[in-house]
């Protein structure tokens, strides 16, 4: 091992005897008691010397045998340390890439603060990039979503999409000015290879290793259709439900972005689980759907204000991630919702539903009623962040879907 403090922890004396690490509550430790000593030999846990190199700082600085592999172990178990060469053959060949890793800096620094094993941040980072990734949709937050999830690090983010590039569709970090007039998926994909950190390791052809195609890690659905942001489609995603394929949905409808549900096959609510839920609680839902989408009625520039999409793109793109790393987001079984101009984020949930095929219902507690999601909406909204953290770091049920195939 060869040890590291966590530089994005800033560290800083509270006493003579106690040490803190990192300044936000989320993230903030102290550790104690620290002589002088012990405070100025962490400066030397900077990733260039090994155990055994250490050992000898230390004896000239006339701290105890033992001393230094007691200290590390202790932060180590902090979760303060991490060490600067693990993480296994991938995270080498990552760390080979010298203009690769000046990218991905401040995200492996940002995966130190919610990981606490010495080589987790690295082995995380390294993982993304044999991920898969599905972006169907390419407007002003399908687009720029595509490209955060690329710029973050995911080694093939594919967007699939029809039409050509208009005006409208146009935002910073998405489709560029310059691309209007082209096919909306060749402009996309562009956006994406330019947002990406270096090149993925090659895929090998599926033909020639004689496999199956393993599919997407994951699949984003962000719509340009306000109808379809929501009311999503129950045919859409039946593809996705059979197959286990974990999927998200996001966009924007009449200035409101939402931002899930995210749907774990089998164990969430999935979009057929919603229409059901808002039939039960209004009959004349089906009704309004089979309006609104067979398009009767003036037609106009959807209402898509480009900072909420960049904001509901940036936020699909950190749930996204927060799966692909491991965990579950919360948006799992709910729908973030903000609306213009108040922009205060709320859940909603998306219950499982018996009279829907997903299966979902069956593994869960049944049908919920109106009366429970109401209740339910309340509690969303006035829940503590301590509580939103700990259900977005909650370890993955077990179940049918895929991750990191």
């Known amino acids: 091992m060869v040890p590291r403090m966590k ?3 800033r560290r800083g004396w509270r006493d003579l005897n106690t040490v803190q690490f990192g300044m936000t509550p989320a993230h903030a430790m102290t550790l104690g008691p620290m002589d002088q000593a012990t405070g100025d030999f962490l400066d030397l846990l900077n990733g260039t010397r090994g155990l055994a190199l250490l050992r000898e700082e230390a004896r000239g600085m006339d701290l105890p045998e033992g001393h230094v592999d007691a200290l590390v172990d202790r932060l180590a178990r902090a979760g303060l340390v991490e060490d600067a060469k693990g993480g296994g053959p991938a ?8 203009e690769v890793m000046d990218r991905l800096a401040p995200d492996l620094a940002s995966l130190s603060l919610t990981t606490s094993g010495p080589d987790d941040a690295i082995s995380l980072l390294s993982a993304r990039r044999s991920l898969r990734v599905q972006v169907r949709g390419a407007g002003r937050v399908g687009a720029v979503l595509a490209a955060l999830l690329s710029g973050a690090g995911v080694g093939e983010v594919d967007v699939r999409d029809w039409g050509r590039v208009e005006p409208g569709d146009v935002a910073p970090g998405g489709l560029p000015a310059a691309s209007v007039g082209e096919r909306r998926d060749t402009a996309a994909r562009r956006a994406v290879s330019a947002a990406a950190p270096g090149r993925p390791p090659r895929r090998a052809s599926r033909t020639a290793a004689g496999g199956e195609d393993p599919g997407f890690s994951l699949v984003v659905l962000a719509p340009r259709d306000d109808v379809d942001v929501h009311a999503p489609a129950m045919a859409v995603a039946e593809p996705l439900v059979r197959s286990g394929t974990p999927h998200l949905y996001a966009g924007v409808v009449e200035a409101t972005g939402v931002v899930g549900p995210f749907v774990l096959p089998g164990e969430t609510g999935c979009a057929g689980c919603l229409h059901e839920t808002r039939t039960d609680r209004d009959e004349v839902w089906p009704r309004l759907v089979a309006q609104w989408r067979s398009g009767s009625g ?6 898509c204000d480009l900072a909420l999409a960049t904001t509901v793109a940036g936020l699909a793109a950190a749930h996204a991630l927060a799966f692909l790393d491991g965990r579950v987001p919360s948006s799992a079984g709910a729908r973030w919702e903000v609306s213009l101009p108040g922009l205060n984020w709320h859940a909603r949930p998306v219950w499982p539903h018996a009279a829907c095929p997903c299966g979902a219902a ?8 109106s009366k429970e999601e109401a209740a339910h909406e309340t509690m969303a909204v006035q829940g503590s962040s301590e509580e939103s953290c ?16």
């Open 7 to 9: 530089p994005a922890l």
């Open 91 to 98: 995270a080498d060949a990552l760390r080979g890439k010298k």
């Open 298 to 303: 003036p037609r106009s520039a959807r209402p």
């Open 362 to 369: 069956e593994k869960g507690k049944g049908e919920h009623t």
């Open 390 to 405: 700990r259900k977005a770091t909650a370890p993955r049920p077990a179940g049918t879907w895929r991750a990191h195939v």
